[in-house]
């Protein structure tokens, strides 16, 4: 399985990989417990290394957009609906906090890619999140693989490395500072 960042690399993005579990001194591996008590920190974290990124002299300010798998995904979402930087968010078997329904100001074009065999993030969270962004007329594209748990591998990993690729292009494209 190819790394998602270098293969995005590959094609002129700007790749920077977040570790938020790094803040508050936790493992990728959480129970919800802890994942509920860190998520303010680790959302404030993912908002702190845009502040960094959108910086560097290598990064189109107005073609941020955020990458997330599972509980990525969710931080990813949450801080998209908070934050007008981020301009396109690809959100692998993750979802959108409840919770945040009341902070969101707004929300970004999303690519949504689940399995419908997710025992860990079940597939209504991708309902939900397709829900609201249609509510909102946001732009969305969503792909459910059918039999696919909370990760992919084969074809259904092809397929969505293809279509975060072409969403990202597509919603960040190349202006005229590059």
Known sequence: MADPAAQLAGYGFAVFVLHYFDRTGTTPVVDKQTAIRHFPVWGKTVWDAITHVERQPAVDPNRIGLLGFSLGAYLAL???????????VVDFFGGFPKE????????????ILHGDADTTVPVAEAYYLQEILEKKAIPYEMQIYGGAGHGF??????????RTLAFLQRHLPHSAKQ
Request: aromatic residues 6%; glycine residues 4%; contains cysteine.
């Open 153 to 162: 591998n084969g074809e259904n990993w092809q397929d969505a490395r293809r």
């Open 78 to 88: 949450s801080v998209a609906a908070v934050d007008q930087r981020v301009k396109a």
């Open 100 to 111: 945040m329904k009341l902070f969101m100001r707004r929300l970004c074009p999303t690519l």
